[in-house]
């Protein structure tokens, strides 16, 4: 939710700040950018953990995060058909654990999980990759 995003990056702006020794003053984000941050993650076209590698920076150096997330190719992927596939993938690649999901068992849904973000280089939602590893697995 968009309070959340706003939440935890105002902690880590705050944390950032404190490790750096920076007033918020003396620090290179403008507000618009740190704005910016929170709409990228809150639009899902940044995962928190990029968002959060991203803000260091922008306390650093500036910039435009946008600009920044494109640059270093950080754009989430939510193509939800490109997810599937990798989905796909490990669940055939994993028979073993997939059987033991649909056991009951959920923990062996992280490794997948770990497994589809792996694939994607950490660029796929988080939630959005367990929905359809879970809708996959119920459904076989």
Do not use: Y
């Not at 910039?63 to 939800?80: F, H, I, N, T, Y």
């Not at 796909?88 to 994993?94: C, L, T, W």
């Not at 033991?100 to 994607?120: C, E």
């Amino acid at each position: 939710s968009p309070k959340t995003a706003f939440n935890w990056i105002a902690r880590d702006l705050t944390k950032e700040l404190n490790e750096q020794s920076i007033e918020v003053d003396a620090s290179l984000c403008q507000p618009e950018n740190l704005a910016n941050l929170i709409g990228l993650v809150e639009s899902g076209r940044l995962t928190a953990r990029n968002a959060r590698d991203l803000l260091a920076d922008l306390v650093r150096e500036g910039g435009d995060p946008e600009a920044l997330m494109a640059e270093r190719g950080l754009e989430a992927v939510s193509d939800s058909s490109l997810i599937e596939g990798f989905v796909d993938e490990v669940i055939a690649s994993h028979e073993a654990v997939v059987e033991s999901v649909k056991g009951g068992d959920d923990k062996p849904l992280n490794f997948l999980m770990g497994k589809v973000m792996q694939a994607t280089q950490g660029k796929a939602n988080p939630g959005e990759v367990r929905a359809k590893l879970i809708e996959k697995i119920r459904d076989e």
